[in-house]
């Protein structure tokens, strides 16, 4: 395809995302849509006088183009359209799929077989561990996780996957140059060795705040169903899940105590039977099974990574306190002066960097 008329097209004032969806069903190439006549384009369903006008006299910034795709094949990322036979045949499904991906990494078609994972950036202890037993067991089942690299719930999934040699996806709402937030720009070069990061937007967009609701569409949309652990009445994971309930995705929500307000927008989808409850990735596994096409389960152990150059101070600090000899979180805290959700976020950090390991009973040793 010539990407340089694609993008072209996708900047022309009034043509948005519904509308080159228009444009690229219609004709072969987007080249073809910049060199139409005016009655031609206006033949289109979706496409009025006004567009068509704007179409047939716009004249393109070949600078922001040019840097665009610069870009992009400095990150070694590409462009999937929705007429690419690369392009997630779940999201063709959805009410709004978005008409072209900018994709750094690599889609398979396994991930159909996806579970996302979504949450509050501000989890509790109880939040983390709920997150790496339900995404362990997912991905020791072949499920590929889907989630927004945001912090948090999202973060821990990503990893989480990653430690225990699975495929993700990261869904961003800005630029797939632009990662954030920045603490998760180790995490995203290894999501793109194995799976994918994935944006609708332009390089070099910023993740503003407006851009984030929309993708959860596409997060959603690409998968067999959601998972919420922990989030407000209001935050963003409950976004996704509406959108997962109007695309007719399933819906699984992890129960949380009644006096945290991180656990009321889980905890009343549960109850309005918008969600079904979830105490284990087996309840997932037995609700999706029906829809399944390429799952495999995997029968590797932890994937085994080198350890990293440089740790954080905090890293450097919690691993000062472990040896060979196995020690508990709380111990770990009480000698670090941190938190203990704090020490878990960074525990599993270390896990990731393959620099201490997790034994049973929540304890610790160094690998």
């Keep these: 395809m010539d990407y340089r008329s694609l993008l072209t097209l996708s900047f022309v004032p009034r043509v948005g995302n519904q ?33 068509a006008a704007e179409i047939s006299k716009f004249q393109p910034d070949n600078n922001e183009i040019d840097t665009i795709l610069r870009r992009l094949d400095r990150l070694g990322g590409r462009i999937v359209t929705i007429k690419d036979s690369g392009y997630p045949e779940s999201l063709k499904e959805i009410y709004d799929p978005p008409a072209l991906l900018y994709v750094l990494g690599n889609l398979d078609k396994s ?60 869904v961003i709402g800005c630029g797939v140059d632009i990662i954030y937030p920045q603490d998760n720009v180790r995490i995203s070069k290894q999501i793109q060795q194995t799976g994918a990061i994935l944006s609708e937007y332009h390089i070099g967009t910023k993740p503003d705040a407006g851009n984030f609701p929309k993708r959860n569409r596409i997060i959603s949309g690409m998968t067999l169903g959601t998972v ?18 109007d695309q ?39 609700e999706v099974v029906s829809k399944l096409r390429y799952i495999t389960p995997k029968t590797t152990s932890v994937q085994t990574l080198q350890p990293p150059p440089d740790l954080n101070m905090f890293e450097e600090k919690i691993h000062s306190v472990i040896t060979q000899q196995p020690v508990h979180i709380d111990e770990i805290a009480k000698k670090t002066g941190l938190s203990t959700s704090d020490t878990l976020v960074h525990l599993l950090s270390l896990e990731f960097k393959g620099v201490v390991k997790q034994l049973a009973g929540k304890m610790f040793a160094r690998c």
């Excluded at 889907?146 to 225990?164: K, P």
């Excluded at 919420?228 to 309930?245: F, N, Q, W």
Aim: with cysteine.
């Design 19 to 51: 509308r080159l969806r228009a444009l690229l069903d219609y004709f072969n190439e987007p080249a073809e849509a910049l060199k139409a006549s005016v009655p031609k384009l206006k033949s289109i369903p979706s496409i009025d006088s006004r567009t």
């Design 111 to 170: 991930d159909h077989d996806s579970i996302a994972i979504v949450g509050t950036r501000n989890p509790s202890e109880y939040g983390k561990i709920a997150t790496g037993e339900i995404c362990t067991g997912l991905v020791q089942s072949g499920f590929t996780i889907i989630s927004g690299l945001a912090r948090g719930i999202d973060t821990v999934a990503h990893t989480t996957a990653l430690h225990y040699g699975g495929r993700t996806i990261a």
């Design 228 to 245: 919420v652990i922990e989030s407000s009445p209001t935050g963003g994971a409950m976004i996704t899940a509406s959108y997962a309930l």
């Design 248 to 286: 007719n995705r399933e819906i699984f929500a992890v129960p949380g105590p009644i006096n945290e307000e991180r656990s009321n927008g889980t905890n009343k989808l549960i109850q309005q039977g918008r969600a079904k409850l979830v105490q284990s990735f087996e309840d997932i596994v037995e």
